[in-house]
């Protein structure tokens, strides 16, 4: 059973607007939330984190939301680039992640429109 | 220089083959992880190597068999695979959890392509 979802396997975007791609997740016992980015023939790379501390933490374009009563996270990209193209991993982890490793979603793959 | 490097990034074998993995990471990282990527699913935790030592098995079938012979280096063995072995192997890296400011974030090579005939 999965513990980390995502639900959209692509998303499509115009250019210049906001992308949303969400995950949710089952393990109450997760306490931190990134983002990884992929492009292809490329490993992943992390983008941005959440603690469950928080409820939103924003870098640039970029913002995390996490909703813990949900078990529901978005991360909002705005305004969409066309290099923002790439596939984008949802991971959850227990007690800051590091040895245990990170659970990850399946991945939703992003497309910018011109 | 990158911060993980996995060689080679292309690997064909049968099934009778035994080849190997390799990943090296500049990053003075203390944990090193393997994942597995198959097409549609999600990215499988197979190895945690922390402090070199293994903390994670995760029920993987024995004929994959990890090596850490230091902080820096891992080895994935590959012995009598299967064609559904075929995937995409990413190495990662980390500080272990319980050093003070470790922040989970894991940092990947660009993978091993793997195709078992």
Known sequence: DQQVKQNSPSLSVQEGR?????CDYTNSMFDYFLWYKKYPAEGPTFLISISSIK??????????????SAKHLSLHIVPSQPGDSAVYFCA??????????????????????? | ????????????MGMTNKKSLKCEQHLGHNAMYWYKQSAKKPLEL????????????NSVPSRFSPECPNSS????????LQPEDSALYLCASSQAHRLAGATGELFFGEGSRLTVL
């Open chain 1, 18 to 22: 906001i992308s949303i791609l969400n």
């Open chain 1, 55 to 68: 409820d939103k933490n924003e870098d640039g374009r970029f913002t995390v939301f996490l909703n813990k």
């Open chain 1, 92 to 114: 959850a982890s227990v007690s800051g992640g590091g040895a245990d490793g990170l659970t990850f979603g399946k991945g939703t793959h992003l497309i910018i429109q011109p």
């Open chain 2, 1 to 12: 220089e990158t911060g993980v490097t996995q060689t080679p990034r292309h690997l064909v």
């Open chain 2, 46 to 57: 197979m190895f945690v190597y922390s402090l070199e030592e293994r903390v994670e098995n």
């Open chain 2, 73 to 80: 280096h891992l080895f994935l063995h590959l012995h009598t």
